[in-house]
T-cell receptor, first 111, second 113 residues
Framework: TQLLEQSPQFLSIQEGENLTVYCNSS?????LQWYRQEPGEGPVLLVT?????EVKKLKRLTFQFGDARKDSSLHITAAQPGDTGLYLCAVLKGRNNDMRFGAGTRLTVKP | ETGVTQSPTHLIKTRGQQVTLRCSSQ?????VSWYQQALGQGPQFIFQ???????GRGNFPPRFSGLQFPNYSSELNVNALELDDSALYLCASSSGTGGYEQYFGPGTRLTVT
């Protein structure tokens, strides 16, 4: 069983549409990170959320941390082809610096 | 400021062989973490090195080993390669351990045949 369950696994939309992807767990976390990974590259950190209920905005991207700090969502407004990529959520688990990632949502935005 | 670099970009090895992958950390970073990313999956934590010492390890067998050098660059060594070791190997550097922002390299694509 994955520590972090991401949904949907795949998402293909047209330019201009809005979308939301989710990262869920039964565990409570002190913080959660979202990354975007493009083909042939490593993941790039988008945001870190630390407070239950926190909402952070990064241009057209809105990130929310659940009140109970068990889940998070990423909402993209008016998606663009440049938003195409693998969106990963991640948490720091335990004391051995073990960063755990979900399996990701692979987003394709068609022009 | 130079980013994280990895070499080689691609590598093909035969089952049972040994491989060494290399990572140069970003300037000013003293911590390097290694991850294995299988096709269609998120990265899995292998281990972390902080100031030349292993500082945490994920659920990987001992045939996965590493080194960090005084300039904070790092190597990942994998012995007795298995077909399931085929993956993208990522390294990430940071200016500390335990939650500092990690900067990832582009990865090394390893194929084991």
């Amino acid at each position: 069983t994955q520590l972090l369950e991401q949904s949907p696994q795949f998402l293909s939309i047209q330019e201009g549409e809005n979308l939301t992807v989710y990262c869920n767990s039964s565990s409570v976390f002190s913080s959660l990170q979202w990354y975007r990974q493009e083909p042939g590259e490593g993941p790039v950190l988008l945001v870190t959320v630390v407070t239950g209920g926190e909402v952070k905005k990064l241009k057209r991207l809105t990130f929310q941390f659940g009140d109970a700090r068990k889940d998070s969502s990423l909402h993209i407004t008016a998606a663009q082809p440049g938003d195409t990529g693998l969106y990963l959520c991640a948490v720091l688990k335990g004391r051995n610096n073990d960063m755990r990632f979900g399996a990701g949502t692979r987003l394709t935005v068609k022009p | 400021e130079t980013g994280v670099t990895q070499s080689p970009t691609h590598l093909i090895k035969t089952r049972g062989q040994q491989v060494t992958l290399r990572c140069s950390s970003q300037s000013g970073h003293n911590t390097v973490s290694w991850y294995q990313q299988a096709l269609g999956q998120g990265p899995q934590f292998i281990f972390q090195y902080y100031r030349e010492e292993e500082n945490g390890r994920g659920n990987f067998p001992p045939r996965f080993s590493g080194l960090q050098f005084p300039n904070y660059s790092s190597e990942l060594n994998v012995n007795a390669l298995e077909l399931d070791d085929s993956a993208l190997y990522l390294c990430a550097s940071s200016s500390g351990t335990g939650g500092y922002e990690q900067y990832f390299g582009p990865g090394t694509r390893l194929t084991v045949t």
